[in-house]
């Protein structure tokens, strides 16, 4: 589906078409997966659609569920590469959430073959880490 009129790409977009560099690491016809520049635990990998008509997992389900159950056998698929066989598929769904870029994404979170996730794993991208309150 087309980029939204008036919008921005987003920055998934815009290393999906090479402008800014990335390390995907797989790719279908309909999603690619990303490596997390920032990651949170010792695999941190982001499940998106190539497409950017859906701001977050909600408006997917509504509006493409069969594309959603595609991105959830895909983070199946690369957490089995990355050689998990438990992790964490998160979607972080509005600001006060802790989304940051409105193209909806799954980030797959693990501790790598054999290991388990500490307790900053557990809660990367809460609202509230890091702090004291
Ligand atoms: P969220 O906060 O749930 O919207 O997740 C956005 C994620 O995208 C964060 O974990 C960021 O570290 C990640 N991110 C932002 N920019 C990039 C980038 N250029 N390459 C890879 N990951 C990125």
Request: aromatic share 4%; no cysteine; glycine share 10%.
């Amino acid at each position: 589906m087309a980029e939204r009129a008036g919008t921005e790409p987003s920055v998934f977009t815009r290393i999906l078409r090479g402008e800014i560099p990335g390390e995907i690491v797989l790719q279908t016809d309909d999603v690619f997966v990303l490596k997390d520049i920032a990651p949170k635990a010792p695999v941190h990998l982001l499940v998106i659609p190539k497409t950017d008509a859906y701001r977050d997992v909600t408006e997917l389900a509504a509006g493409d569920p069969r594309l959603l159950a595609h991105l959830v056998e895909v983070a199946e698929t690369v957490a089995a590469q990355a050689g998990l066989d438990s992790f964490r598929l998160i979607f972080n769904t509005g600001l006060a959430a802790g989304q940051t870029v409105f193209h909806v994404h799954a980030h797959v979170l693990g501790a790598g073959a054999g290991g388990t996730l500490d307790e900053a794993s557990m809660t990367a991208g809460m609202p509230g880490e890091g702090r004291d309150t």
